[in-house]
């Protein structure tokens, strides 16, 4: 199993960043698949989940109405698209394949700040 991220970067507040997950090594559409993120001193929470076949989403509360997790089968790739960004948005996200053991990747980091 190999998750590798990327689109992280610095972005003044209010702006956009879309950050992807490249899977690979088991079968894509069978997996629920999520991002999380840990800011500095702070514990790892879940962002954005969502179900195997990209039918169901779930966000955490602070990000609902600004980031947006979808999935591309053909691509073997989940997204994070995060728009409105905040100064509290400034984490390392990490990509999660969820399973009988859980697989993360490698993260990038996202910071928001003018």
């Known amino acids: 199993v190999q998750l590798v991220e990327s689109g992280g970067g610095l972005v003044q507040p209010g702006g956009s960043l879309r950050l992807s997950c490249a899977a690979s090594g088991f079968t894509f559409s069978s997996f629920v698949m999520s991002w999380y993120r840990q800011a500095p001193g702070k514990e790892r929470e879940l962002v954005a989940a969502?179900?195997?076949?990209?039918?169901?989403?779930h966000y955490a509360n602070p990000v609902k109405g600004r980031f947006t997790i979808s999935r591309d089968k053909a691509k073997n790739t989940v997204y994070l698209q995060m728009n409105s960004l905040k100064p509290e948005d400034t984490a390392v996200y990490y990509c999660k394949k969820s399973g009988v053991r859980d697989y993360w990747g490698q993260g990038t980091q996202v910071t928001v700040s003018s």
């Open positions: 969502i179900s195997s076949d990209g039918g169901s989403t």
